[in-house]
């Protein structure tokens, strides 16, 4: 059985962690977590991190013991350099806390790259957990709504550059935007995206340890990630009637089944495909040919088969990218907004030059 780490930092972070804690109690009735136990197959450790107290006090899957509040007023409002300062300051309280769960076989942290805490807090952990232990750290970075304002815009470019550098073994990609612009199935937005996030989240757990027909495993996945140039997504596809497992796994590859917008099957560098299904649904040539057709323009694909009677087929795909169009994107949109903020600082700068205007007549009183 593996030992699984899983750390929600920030807002966006703890509520995604939530969400992973929620489906692991099977989302039967909102007292599940009460009476039934989680699902994992894993041994499954949860922590969610956060400066502002309110925002781990709005958890509900998550337990108390689970909760690390870090306190610094209600949160740091988005401004990186304070979060890396507490972050600093508090290092050896957190490590302590991962310390006293492991060991483990992976961990998983999970951010905003746009908010304060989470996407400061994220590279710095990441780093100490490297430079202290041997296990693989993948960094989970969701991405702003793009009209979220410039300090996001701007966190983002620098976060996920710092996270990029931190050591991580990779980082899996959601774009709040894409996800958005998909519609339909995003209801209210974030808890929509949440739940896409976690059901596939909880689906690689399982396809890390599970007993399967054909095996992918931790070192699979390892390797998928280890490709490319260190970004990946997770694509995803559940049928809810008989559908042939062919379809299943392009709806899992085409744009509404993914968390971040790319073409598979031209910004691909590995990719790891598991489905999941009764074996009355798994044609085995229909598979190897969708395999075959995505590893012709991919370059390696590891497949994996969970056998589950009486269950409609699901299919999971893991894919790094070589290329990320979307991600050059969203530097250049970044790069403007850091030179507004920069603008803006210098206004600040001229303001000053006001406020000593108005100094000048500091002790002075008016003659009539
Ligand atoms: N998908 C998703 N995104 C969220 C959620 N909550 C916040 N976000 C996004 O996260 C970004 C803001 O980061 P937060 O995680 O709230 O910030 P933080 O890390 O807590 O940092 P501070 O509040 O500045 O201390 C914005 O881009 C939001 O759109 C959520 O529940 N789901």
């Keep these: ?54 925002d781990l006090k709005e958890l509900e899957f998550t337990k108390a013991k689970d909760r690390i509040h870090i306190p610094h007023l209600h949160g740091v409002g988005a401004n990186r350099n304070v979060g890396k300062q507490v972050f600093e300051e508090n290092k050896e309280h957190i490590t302590r806390k991962v310390e006293d769960r492991g060991p483990f076989d992976v961990a998983f942290v999970i951010t905003s790259s746009s908010g304060g805490t989470g996407s400061s807090f994220t590279p710095l952990l990441v780093k100490e957990l490297k430079e202290r232990y041997d296990f693989p750290v993948y960094s989970l970075v969701v991405l702003p709504f793009r009209e979220e304002g410039t300090l996001y815009l701007q966190n983002t470019a620098f976060s996920l550059k710092e996270i990029r ?79 042939p497992v062919k379809t299943a796994i392009q709806n899992a590859l085409a744009p509404s089944g993914l968390l971040f917008s790319t073409n598979i099957y031209e910004e691909a560098s590995r990719a790891m495909v598991i489905i999941k299904g009764d074996n009355e649904y798994l044609s085995i040539d229909d598979i190897s040919n969708e395999i075959e057709k995505l590893s012709a323009n991919v370059g390696h694909v590891f497949k994996g088969i969970i056998v589950r009677k009486g269950e409609y087929p699901q299919v999971l795909v893991v894919s790094t990218m070589e290329s990320a169009s979307e991600i050059e994107n969203l530097y250049n949109v970044a790069i403007d907004a850091i030179g507004q903020e920069r603008e803006k600082k210098n206004r600040i700068e001229n303001e000053k030059e006001v406020d000593k205007a108005f100094s000048k007549i500091d002790g002075l009183e008016p003659h009539y």
């Design 1 to 54: 059985m593996l030992n699984v780490l899983i750390i929600g930092n920030g807002q966006c972070g703890n509520r995604v962690l939530d969400a992973i804690n929620k489906e692991a109690f099977g989302k039967k009735s909102k007292f599940a977590k009460f009476y039934s136990k989680q699902k994992y197959k894993s041994n499954v450790e949860t922590i969610a991190i956060n400066t502002a107290i309110n």
């Design 165 to 243: 550098e931190s050591g991580t073994d990779g980082i899996i990609l959601a774009d709040n935007q894409f996800l958005k612009d998909l519609g339909g199935n995003v209801q209210s937005a974030y808890d929509g995206i949440n739940g896409m996030i976690a059901e596939r989240m909880m689906f690689l757990l399982d396809s890390m340890d599970s007993e399967m027909m054909m095996v992918t495993d931790l070192g699979d996945f390892q390797t998928v990630m280890a490709g490319g140039a260190g970004l990946a997504t997770i694509g995803y596809y559940r049928a809810d009637k008989d559908l």
